[in-house]
């Protein structure tokens, strides 16, 4: 929008909010729990209805409710693909038992290399099973582990489970592995539980570090924030040249 040029769009933002009601409403103890954090907006509250004077009003007044207690304002649709995904993540066993055997959303903090860094992965399973697990939302077939793997290199996630793993450990946590619960979006909701071999552990882990150590050099010469002051733009003879043969 004019006032922020940067701001998310509606769609992004929509994509955002499923995603991390999925991850609310998967780890809370009873789905209905999740209604804590979030508004299901009305189903009146869409198509033509929206482009009316009434309808952005009465939009306007949802989300400002939801906003003074809290929540996030969901479209009914959407709560209904998280309901999906957690149900078909506990149908899983595999999945369902890391949920079973686990703390949701724990921080830890420790200094690496005279940084100070934070860690917080979706389900700590540490203390029983030795091991760290994330969740992330797929779309179409993205849950099959060479998608998903592409993905995973080209974004650089590695980094997250690096550094998830370098912190807990450092606390001494007993930490020998890192899984992913994939779950697609679209019925019937496909689950895929999928782990790190020990060569993406250590590198993630190494990856990590020299980004922290990158990090580090920055901070250290001075957070540089520009490129010092006001420089003339000098014309080059070629250029010149061109713009008199113009």
């Given at each position: 929008n004019e006032d922020n040029p940067k701001a998310t769009t509606p769609t992004v933002q929509r994509r955002l909010d499923l995603g991390s009601c999925i991850h609310t409403v998967t780890e809370v103890i009873k789905e209905e729990d999740a209604l804590e954090f979030y508004g299901i907006i009305p189903p009146h509250l869409h198509g033509n209805y929206l482009r009316t004077n009434a309808g952005k009003a009465e939009m306007k007044e949802f989300r400002e409710e939801c906003q003074r207690s809290g929540k996030i304002a969901i479209r009914e649709e959407d709560w209904d693909i998280a309901i999906g995904c957690r149900r078909s993540i506990y149908r899983n066993d595999d999945a369902a038992r890391f949920l079973e055997n686990s703390r949701k959303e724990v921080s830890a903090f420790c200094t690496l290399n005279g940084i100070d860094v934070k860690a917080r992965p979706d389900i700590d399973c540490s203390a029983k099973l030795r091991t760290l697990v994330d969740i992330k939302s797929r779309q179409g077939g993205g849950a099959e582990i060479g998608r998903w793997m592409k993905d995973f290199y080209n974004y650089k996630t590695f980094i997250q489970a690096g550094l998830q793993l370098k912190v807990?450990?450092?606390?001494?946590?007993?930490?020998?592995?890192?899984?992913?619960?994939?779950?697609?979006?679209?019925?019937?909701?496909?689950?895929?539980?999928?782990?790190?071999?020990?060569?993406?552990i250590h590198y993630s882990i190494v990856k990590t570090m020299n980004t922290i150590m990158k990090w580090k050099s920055w901070i250290g010469n001075g957070c540089p924030d520009g490129y010092g002051e006001p420089q003339e733009m000098r014309m080059t003879p070629w250029q010149q040249k061109l713009m008199e043969e113009d």
């Amino acid at each position: 929008n004019e006032d922020n040029p940067k701001a998310t769009t509606p769609t992004v933002q929509r994509r955002l909010d499923l995603g991390s009601c999925i991850h609310t409403v998967t780890e809370v103890i009873k789905e209905e729990d999740a209604l804590e954090f979030y508004g299901i907006i009305p189903p009146h509250l869409h198509g033509n209805y929206l482009r009316t004077n009434a309808g952005k009003a009465e939009m306007k007044e949802f989300r400002e409710e939801c906003q003074r207690s809290g929540k996030i304002a969901i479209r009914e649709e959407d709560w209904d693909i998280a309901i999906g995904c957690r149900r078909s993540i506990y149908r899983n066993d595999d999945a369902a038992r890391f949920l079973e055997n686990s703390r949701k959303e724990v921080s830890a903090f420790c200094t690496l290399n005279g940084i100070d860094v934070k860690a917080r992965p979706d389900i700590d399973c540490s203390a029983k099973l030795r091991t760290l697990v994330d969740i992330k939302s797929r779309q179409g077939g993205g849950a099959e582990i060479g998608r998903w793997m592409k993905d995973f290199y080209n974004y650089k996630t590695f980094i997250q489970a690096g550094l998830q793993l370098k912190v807990f450990r450092t606390l001494k946590m007993q930490v020998d592995q890192y899984y992913y619960i994939l779950v697609e979006i679209e019925e019937p909701h496909i689950v895929n539980v999928v782990y790190l071999s020990e060569d993406w552990i250590h590198y993630s882990i190494v990856k990590t570090m020299n980004t922290i150590m990158k990090w580090k050099s920055w901070i250290g010469n001075g957070c540089p924030d520009g490129y010092g002051e006001p420089q003339e733009m000098r014309m080059t003879p070629w250029q010149q040249k061109l713009m008199e043969e113009d």
